[in-house]
Structure formats: C-alpha cells, structure tokens
C-alpha cells in the first residue's frame, strides 16, 4: 500500500474500534467517518443510503447491523470490516479509478474465479455436474490472479465451482496468506464440518453463500436426497460458532413462489442467513434445461417481494438481474466484475462461457484490453431499461454480436456451444420479460430520468 493507504487505513481500523465500544450511539457517526475517508466519492450513493436507513432504530436495517455485534464473532466482524469497506470498497475503489483512467478499460471490485469443477453433487440443470474432476488451478494460479488483481485495486474475491470447498486446505492458505482481503465462495455447504469453521474463525476473512433452492423438497429436487438435511446441519456449526454466512438461491419455474415467500426469508433469517443473493436460472450448456427458466410472472414476483422485504426484514438481499437499475445495467465483464473458471479462461461473466484470454497465457490486465471485454465497455448498459440488462436473458442478439465481433470462442470443457444456439434457448424469455419490465421501470420513475439523463 501506499503511505496515504497505510494512513487511512489506520484511521479506518480506529474509527472501527471505536465503534465497537458503543455501537448504539456510534454507527451514525462512523458513517461520517467512513465518508471523511472517501475523498473520490466512491460509496457516496450508498452511504447517504445506508444513513437514511439506519436513522430508525426500530427499523430491519438497524437491526440487521446490531445483529452483526450480538452474533457475530468479534474479531471476525473487525477483519470483514477492515477487509470489505476500507480495502476492497474505499482503497481498492480508488485504485479502480485510477487504473480504469490509465488503461481506459474495465478493472472490476470482485474476480469470481473457480479453483476446480469437480463437485459432490449433480445438480439438475447444472453444467458443472458433467464436468467433474477435470479441470483444476493450482494454488500458485489462484495466488497469481489475486496478486495482480490487487495492485488494480480489487481485493474482493469469490470462489464459485463445481464444488470450491473441495479445495478447502488452498483456499485457507489464501485467506492467510491474502489476510487484506475478503473472501466468499458460493457453496452447497455439504464439506462444512466443525473442523473447517474453526479455520473461518482462524482466518476470519472467509465468508460462505450457502446455495438452497427453498425447503427441503424444492433442494433435494435439484440437488439431491439429503442436501436440505446436509445444509442445516452447516448453518447450525456456522451459527454456533458465530461464523457470518449467507444464503444463494437460484429460483426457477419449479420453485419462485417458495423462494420469494416471506415463510422462506423468515426461515433462513432464523437459521442465521445475513444476506442473500438471487439469481434466475440460466439454460447454459448444451445439456441445460430451458423449462427450468423462470416465467416474466415469476421474474416479477421475485422484482416485488425482494423489494417489499428490504423494507421489513433483516437481511441484506442482492437480486443478480432485477437490480439492475441500482447498479445502471450488466456488471459483467470487468465493469464490477468477472469469471475465471477452473480452466483458466477468463470470462466476462459466471453464465457467459466465451473468453479471447486465459490466465495462463495472459495478465489479468491484458484480458481487461481484449476484444471481447472492450465490447462490454463499449455497449454496456445493454438498454436503457435497466431492470433488462443482460446481453444473453434480456436483450436478444446483443451477446451474439459482441462474442462474433470480438472472436471470442465456447470454454464450455465437454460440449462447445455456439453463442446463436445458446442466445436462441433465451429469445421468448426476453421476449416475454421486455413488456413487463418496460412498465416495471415507468412506474418506478426511473424511465422519466434515464429519459432525461440521456437528452
């Protein structure tokens, strides 16, 4: 770090102590703090967000924060603080800046990398389940990513897979060795056992999404006999040992009416869940499933649920496509992030298997400047309507034209897909999303001002 990063740095770290010795009479004034520090603006919007929110004390967004001093372990929140705000959100975000200016290319807040594809499951629909233990990156490949991901300024990192906690010991020895930055990993949680939660709270920089598909009915029916069993019995270790943790949940036709339920978000809240990512399923690979693809009543459904919970309850949601309109549209290909998978090809995104680089022939730097990643700078937004941002599920052709014009050719390991066949499984499914999310977005407002912004 440079001498003014180590310095705010410490500042932050004293304003966090600081804070821990009376959180109820001094959140509100590390907010203060906090935008003290962030002389480039870079979480402005949040913060004036995150403050309005937590004006009322007997509001679900205070009581989510106070929940994170009365069941967290404390020198895990301290490091996930430090971690997350300072290093991957204020210093990492200036760095970002600076970078994305010299370069005039994307440089993204998080890398979702894959160490391996093997898994312990065979979930349906799934297109890791056909590759097995085929692909890998060794540790010295996982240190090199993060190494140079870090002097671009992110030092936010997501494993995702196959199964990540197949390489438990390797990704331990990187949380050590990597102890400025924040790790998560999108996990079915069935390798949790009580001798790798000590190691979280070792580490204390290692958060998992526990990936559940509803009850147990609607898992085991994508995941298998006894995963919904095997999942409790990881939140339960987790919770006992004051291990924060989070929940993924991918809803598709078969399950969207539970997922969005509030029987659902209270149960997971009472098991422990801090936050929660919603993603739609998507028909990727050769062997996907498109009846899975959630209906546009469905996609709605969940629109207005998660937004009616964020109000109510205390967990912190995050919906990979219908929130789109916070974050202007795609964050895919290195705009806020991108994906490495176990093969090493690095892609713009977790369900876009097409790359021009890989990490063992190129720098992370050199991807950034590739054909293809510099045709998501150039189009992105993909539509004014940001509740329809995806060039794959939102905006038929998009993705087509920029992997043709880019030359970017299917990683997928077993069975290569063209990008027409794979764009083709999603044209009714955007078809029918593009009315409903066109009124979605008038009522909201937000068309008025993108409207404006752009005239």
């Not at 001498?3 to 004293?14: A, F, P, Q, R, T």
Request: with cysteine; charged share 30%.
């Amino acid at each position: 770090m440079t001498m003014i990063e180590l310095l705010e740095s410490y500042g932050l770290k004293k304003v966090l102590s600081y804070l821990d010795a009376d959180p109820d009479n001094n959140i509100p004034k590390i907010l203060d703090w906090v935008e003290k520090f962030d002389r480039d603006g870079v979480v402005e919007k949040q913060l004036n967000t995150i403050k309005k929110s937590l004006k009322d004390k007997d509001g679900n967004w205070y009581k989510l924060t106070k929940s994170l001093y009365t069941d967290i372990d404390p020198e895990v929140r301290k490091k996930i603080f430090e971690n997350f705000i300072i290093n991957a959100t204020i210093i990492g975000g200036q760095r970002q800046r600076k970078a994305r200016a010299e370069n005039e290319c994307n440089i993204p807040w998080a890398i979702l990398m894959d160490p391996t594809s093997a898994c312990n499951l065979h979930c349906t629909g799934c297109w890791a389940a056909d590759y097995g233990n085929k692909m890998n990156m060794d540790y010295e490949t996982l240190d090199n990513i993060i190494n140079q991901g870090k002097k671009l300024g992110t030092f936010m990192y997501i494993y995702s897979g196959g199964e990540p906690l197949v390489r438990k010991k390797d990704i331990i020895k990187l949380c050590e060795k990597h102890n400025d930055c924040a790790f998560l990993a999108f996990t079915n949680s069935t390798l949790i056992d009580e001798e790798f939660a000590d190691d979280m709270l070792r580490v204390k920089n290692f958060i998992p999404a526990i990936s559940v598909e509803g009850f147990e009915d609607e898992t085991d029916f994508r995941r298998g006999n006894g995963t919904y069993k095997a999942i409790i019995k990881a939140m339960e270790i987790l919770k006992n040992k004051k291990l924060p943790f989070g929940i993924s949940c991918c809803y598709t036709r078969k399950n969207a009416d539970v997922i969005g339920s509030e029987k659902y978000f209270d149960d997971m809240i009472k098991k422990g869940a801090k936050f929660a990512w919603f993603f739609t399923y998507m028909p990727v690979g050769t062997d996907a499933v498109p009846e899975l693809l959630a209906t546009a009543e469905q996609r709605e459904y969940m629109y207005h649920q998660i937004r009616e919970f964020r109000k109510t309850k205390p967990i912190f949601t995050l919906d990979f496509w219908n929130d789109g309109e916070y974050v202007d549209g795609c964050i895919a290909g290195g705009r806020c992030y991108l994906h490495i998978n176990a093969s090493g090809d690095i892609e713009p995104c977790a369900f876009i298997h097409y790359s021009d680089a890989n990490i063992h022939k190129n720098t992370l730097l050199e991807a950034y400047k590739n054909p293809l990643f510099m045709q998501y700078r150039q189009n992105q937004p993909f539509n004014k309507n940001h509740l329809r941002p995806c060039p794959l599920l939102d905006n038929a052709g998009r993705l087509t034209d920029m992997v043709e014009k880019s030359g970017a050719a299917s990683t997928d390991f077993i069975s290569p897909e063209n990008v027409r066949n794979l764009s083709a499984k999603c044209s009714d499914a955007a078809a029918n999303w593009a009315p409903v999310a066109d009124k979605l977005w008038e009522e909201s407002g937000k068309c008025f001002d993108c409207k404006k912004r752009s005239s």
